[in-house]
């Protein structure tokens, strides 16, 4: 299995640290899902809803297998950089202070309140865990399908790259929720978007630009350049929103004395 | 279970969060292919103009959404 690792690398990053975000998230609710209603059925869910998204990925990748590249690199570019740009966006707002950060252990504590006063058998088998639990890692899923079909279908051979940062992703995230047994509040949950928000945008424009009839400079090694490019825009962009919105207050402060 | 509308619509958040954001990224896109062959700039250029073009958007949006109400 060789890689051209100029591409596979930032993949396999990619695909990890998106795929944590969304996997933290996922733990968040199955852990409290477990812990009130009993372990069974909520690790029966989870495991049916993670087998599911393995088959869709697999089904999905060897399909891409079959289709020419430069006829989907567009469509696929233009999505992963929506996605992209669409993380970064929240994540410099939330860097800036404007949009509320992602907070794990507060979503923990709601979601086990909510559950304490749901009725149902909680205890050998219990349909409402294996349910609540099937449906959040699907839906958190999702979004880690995507990232690795999308991903994948940017170059050839670059599925199994995806696919084994995401599984690695889920391996840390599954144990790390083993050992403390506590949602993962201290990962920097908004560090992570906003790497993966750079990341990502940085892949789209570089396949849609492929796509479009774009010459890069340096060919793949420009995915560097445009890393380093969206990092630059985003932390001036942090900075800019905290003076504006800085301003905004310091005006309403007077205006108010 | 999940209704066929629950997907539908987290798969159309998973691109679209700023409505305005996304119109001016594809309507950038569209541009950046039909306008740049007919302009006089060597065909390395299009790529950073491409990138400029989204970066420029991506502050906008943000700097929009930071406007002191």
């Known amino acids: 299995m060789f890689f051209d690792w100029t591409q596979a690398g930032p993949t396999i990053v990619a695909a990890f640290l998106a795929s944590m975000v969304e996997f933290i998230e996922a733990l ?45 690199r567009v469509v696929v570019g233009t999505l992963v950089l929506l996605f992209g740009l669409r993380w970064l966006h929240k994540a410099i707002l939330r860097g800036a202070g404007i949009i509320a950060r992602h907070d794990e252990a507060a979503i923990y504590t709601r979601q086990q309140q909510a559950l304490r006063g749901m009725t149902g058998n909680a205890g ?6 294996f349910v609540l639990a099937f449906k959040s890692v699907i839906l958190e899923g999702t979004e880690v ?26 391996a840390v995230v599954g ?26 945008s940085a892949f789209g424009t570089f396949w849609t630009g492929e796509g479009l009839g774009v ?8 995915i560097g350049g445009l890393v380093a490019g969206y990092l630059t825009v985003a932390v001036i962009a942090v900075v800019l929103c905290r003076r504006r919105v800085g301003a905004g207050r310091q005006t309403s402060t007077g205006v108010e004395s | ?45 299009w790529g ?19 406007r002191p109400r």
């Open chain 1, 28 to 72: 968040t609710v199955v852990l409290a899902v477990g812990t009130v209603r009993g372990w069974r059925g909520t690790l029966l869910g989870g495991g049916v809803a993670v087998g599911s998204l393995l088959f869709v990925v697999a089904l999905l990748g060897s399909a891409l297998t079959r289709i020419p590249l430069d006829a989907i």
């Open chain 1, 124 to 129: 050998r088998w219990d349909k409402v865990a």
């Open chain 1, 145 to 170: 399908v995507f990232i690795v079909i999308a991903l994948a279908a940017g170059g050839t051979g670059l599925l199994w790259p995806a696919s084994m940062g995401a599984l690695a992703a889920l």
């Open chain 1, 175 to 200: 144990l790390l929720g083993l050992l403390v047994h506590r949602p993962l509040s201290r990962v920097p949950e908004n560090t992570l978007k906003f790497v993966v928000g750079v990341l990502l």
């Open chain 1, 215 to 222: 010459v890069w400079p340096g060919h793949d090694w420009a």
């Open chain 2, 1 to 45: 279970m999940i209704g066929l509308k629950t997907i539908v619509r987290k798969a159309f958040n998973l691109f679209v969060d700023d409505v305005l954001m996304t119109m001016a990224v594809l309507l950038w896109l569209i541009m950046v292919w039909l306008l740049l062959p007919w302009i006089f700039v060597p065909a390395t250029w």
């Open chain 2, 48 to 66: 950073v103009i491409e990138f400029l073009g989204l970066a420029v958007i991506l502050t906008v949006s943000v700097l929009h959404h930071a």
